[in-house]
């Protein structure tokens, strides 16, 4: 059993190969119908942003030489006032935009947790913070 070509067919039998272009254009058509119908969707995602405070944070600064000490029960002083490590960040983040970049103190207590000191040396290091030292190192030879 040989399929005969369209120029080979001369008997008048009938063709046996299909012509599938009508078939090709019926789904371009149907396709592009489809795409076109679906509707756009727009994916909206409303965000609450806090607000940036246009005041400069008061003048707790010193601009010469800042202390920040962790006490034993895992406070956080600057220069004496108890603040919060986002207060913290702050307060590094305007010392280090400051004309000249103040020295910051840092004096942990001999028995003041780790994790609050990795903490806090971690805000440092994302304020990027120069000029800092540790103070009080001879108070942890008591301690050991």
């Not at 090709?24 to 969707?41: A, E, G, H, N, Y």
């Amino acid at each position: 059993m040989s399929m005969q070509t369209s120029s080979e067919n001369t008997t008048g039998e009938p063709m046996i190969d299909i012509n599938t272009t009508p078939l090709i254009d019926v789904m371009l058509v149907l396709l592009i119908m489809l795409i076109i119908t679906i509707p756009i969707q727009s994916h909206a995602v409303k965000l609450d942003l806090p607000v940036a405070q246009q005041n400069p944070p008061p003048q707790v600064i010193d601009p010469v030489k800042n202390t920040v000490v962790i006490s034993a029960n895992g406070d956080i002083l600057w220069n004496g006032q108890p603040v919060s490590q986002p207060q913290l960040r702050a307060y590094l983040d305007a010392t280090q935009q400051m004309a000249v970049i103040p020295e910051l103190h840092l004096q942990p207590d001999a028995t003041a947790r780790y994790m609050v000191v990795d903490e806090v040396l971690a805000i440092t290091k994302q304020a990027h913070v120069q000029k800092m030292g540790f103070v009080g190192n001879e108070y942890y030879t008591a301690v050991f």
